[in-house]
Nanobody, 119 residues
C-alpha cells in the first residue's frame, strides 16, 4: 500500500484545514487507517484512526471535538478535518495503514504533510 498525504499549509489560530490521504497499490477496504503527527523536537503522536468499514474509530483525547477522521472506500481516500487549530497543532501529519484494527503496530506510512498554525 502506498500512501500520499496532502492538504497541509499555513493557517491562523482558530482556522481549519482538511488533510487527505490517497491510497494505492492494494485493497484499501481491508485496512484500518489512521493519522499521526510529529511536532518539531517531539516524538510522533497518535491522532485518530478508523476501521475499514468506518464503524470503529478512536482518537487522542486532546483532539476530540476538533479533529474528525473519515474515509471514502470508493475513492481510496482518508481525510482529517481539523477545526479550531491552535499553534500547538503545528506538526508534520502522517497517514498510516494497518491490516488489523487490533494491532498496535502500523504496516504502511505516508510521507507526511506539514501543518503550520500561526498565533
Amino acid at each position: 500500500v502506498q500512501l500520499q498525504a496532502s492538504g497541509g499549509g499555513l493557517v491562523q489560530a482558530g482556522g481549519s484545514l482538511r488533510l487527505s490521504c490517497a491510497a494505492s497499490g492494494s485493497t484499501f477496504v481491508g485496512y484500518t487507517m489512521g493519522w499521526f503527527r510529529q511536532a518539531p523536537g517531539k516524538e510522533r503522536e497518535f491522532v485518530s484512526a478508523l476501521s475499514w468499514n468506518g464503524v470503529y474509530r478512536y482518537g487522542a483525547d486532546s483532539m476530540k471535538g476538533r479533529f474528525t477522521v473519515s474515509r471514502d472506500n470508493a475513492k481510496n481516500t482518508l481525510a482529517l478535518q481539523m477545526n479550531n487549530l491552535q499553534p500547538e497543532d503545528t506538526a508534520v501529519y502522517y497517514c498510516a495503514a494497518k491490516n488489523s484494527f487490533y494491532k498496535t503496530s502500523w504496516d504502511y506510512w505516508g510521507q507526511g504533510t506539514l501543518v503550520t498554525v500561526s498565533s
